[in-house]
T-cell receptor
Framework: QKEVEQDPGPLSVPEGAIVSLNCTYS??????FMWYRQYSRKGPELLMY??SSGNKEDGRFTAQVDKSSKYISLFIRDSQPSDSATYLC????????????WGAGTKLIIKP | DGGITQSPKYLFRKEGQNVTLSCEQN?????MYWYRQDPGQGLRLIYY???????QKGDIAEGYSVSREKKESFPLTVTSAQKNPTAFYLC????????????FGQGTRLTVV
């Protein structure tokens, strides 16, 4: 079993819909949780990071961490075609030297 | 503009050859990383460096080598010992070890021909 599981998709939704992207993990020591967006043939770019549990909002994006369930989510409101990309979750823990452990990424397609 | 520059964008290698991928950053970051990305898989760590003249192996270091002679530069050599080198290679940097905000280059696509 992988440390971080992420549905590869593709997830296809109409423009304007609310998108929910998720990752589950097995290591309860993870403390930092990050979401990256990667366009085709480009490097990933950080969207949001959260420390420990709770929610964090930035514009149309909300990151949510539920440590009791070992589950993190990224919500995108009012989705746009420009949001079409692969979304990667990553997480790290002090006891593994803060090395990022990555999900495989979910490909998101926003249909105009 | 500050950022990370990887070159070349595309690289073709014949079997049995070593090739070196360039990574330069002007963000004044201490930590630098090399990842490999294959279709349907998460990023896998090859090597990382937290300080000049020091680096550590990641999860898949076999067949790769690095150097960190300058803070700004972290080149990766893919040696002939790497059995399956065709992949997308990503270089990243972060201000410190707790890399909650890693910045990535645009990647190098290496193909063995």
């Amino acid at each position: 079993q992988k440390e971080v599981e992420q549905d590869p998709g593709p997830l296809s939704v109409p423009e304007g819909a609310i998108v929910s992207l998720n990752c589950t993990y097995s290591n309860s020591a993870f403390q930092y949780f990050m979401w990256y967006r990667q366009y085709s043939r480009k490097g990933p770019e950080l969207l949001m990071y959260t420390y420990s549990s709770g929610n964090k909002e930035d514009g149309r994006f909300t990151a949510q961490v539920d440590k009791s369930s070992k589950y993190i989510s990224l919500f995108i409101r009012d989705s746009q075609p420009s949001d079409s990309a692969t979304y990667l979750c990553a997480m790290s823990a002090r006891d593994s030297n803060y090395q990022l452990i990555w999900g495989a990424g979910t490909k998101l397609i926003i249909k105009p | 503009d500050g950022g990370i520059t990887q070159s070349p964008k595309y690289l073709f290698r014949k079997e049995g050859q070593n090739v070196t991928l360039s990574c330069e950053q002007n963000l004044n970051h201490d930590a630098m990383y090399w990842y490999r990305q294959d279709p349907g898989q998460g990023l896998r760590l090859i090597y990382y460096s937290q300080i000049v003249n020091d680096f550590q192996k990641g999860d898949i270091a076999e067949g790769y080598s690095v150097s960190r002679e300058k803070k700004e530069s972290f080149p990766l050599t893919v040696t002939s010992a790497q059995k399956n080198p065709t992949a997308f290679y990503l270089c990243a940097s972060s201000i410190r070890q707790v890399n909650t905000e890693a910045f990535f280059g645009q990647g190098t696509r290496l193909t063995v021909v």
